[in-house]
């Protein structure tokens, strides 16, 4: 089944812990990005990756690290969590360049303490 | 104030009721529009894809687009159980690249 994966589905963490949610798909996309979603705001991007090791900035970047060593995944990395990056995460892929392709994931609700 | 406003609802309607839901928008750029439906615990899955103004009619979904009146509309016809979801909107300048801009999202509760 064609899918986008992120692990975990639910974390609950501290401030200042590292953490790291991870993605994966098995379609063979080139583009990835990685989305928060907030009640009342829709989703705001933070980062994207157009292929390996080419990845830039969204909409919200602050406090997020991406990498892209494979193309199948995109991990989203929090190096110091704060309680305002408490919120559901999404990790999207899609083939071409076209902005309407995007897969989701079925998203990581992240609270941090 | 957000570029893309929509109604947070929730909107509940009868089974069998026609659903209306719309976004305004403040960026005249914008020129492709997409409605996004999401269930509970799941990511958005894309519903329709419009470019510019007029309709676009797939099944029992019906998108309008007025870009005079930055103003965009989903019709679902016939509602189910089934259609209960947020509905998202989402806008963009151009046809390819990351660039999506999102509505906050209406929750529709359709009742049996």
């Known amino acids: 089944e064609a899918q986008v994966t992120q692990n975990p589905r639910y974390l609950i963490t501290v401030t200042g812990k590292k953490l790291t949610v991870t993605c994966s798909q098995n379609?063979?996309?080139?583009?990835m990005s990685w989305y928060r979603q907030d009640p009342g705001l829709g989703l705001r991007q933070i980062y994207y990756s157009m292929n390996v090791e080419v990845t830039d900035k969204g909409d919200v970047p602050e406090g997020y690290k991406v990498s892209r060593k494979e193309k199948r995944n995109f991990p989203l990395i929090l190096e110091s969590p704060s309680p305002n990056q408490t919120s559901l995460y999404f990790c999207?892929?899609?083939?071409?360049?076209?902005?309407?392709?995007?897969?989701f994931g079925s998203g990581t609700r992240l609270t941090v303490v | 104030q957000k570029e893309v406003e929509q109604d947070p609802g929730p909107l509940s309607v009868p089974e069998g009721a026609i659903v209306s839901l719309n976004c305004t928008y403040s960026n005249s750029a914008f020129q492709y529009f997409m409605w996004y439906r999401q269930y509970s615990r799941k990511g958005p899955e894309l519903l329709m894809y419009?470019?510019?103004?007029g309709n676009k009619e797939d099944g029992r979904f019906t998108a309008q687009v007025d870009k005079s009146s930055k103003y965009i509309s989903l019709f679902i016809r016939d509602s189910q159980p089934s259609d209960s979801a947020t509905y998202l909107c989402a806008m963009s300048v151009g046809a390819a690249g990351n660039k999506l801009t999102f509505g906050g999202g209406t929750r529709v509760l359709v009742k049996p």
């Open positions: 419009t470019y510019s103004s």
């Open positions: 379609m063979n996309h080139e583009y």
């Open positions: 999207a892929s899609k083939r071409g360049q076209a902005n309407y392709g995007y897969t």
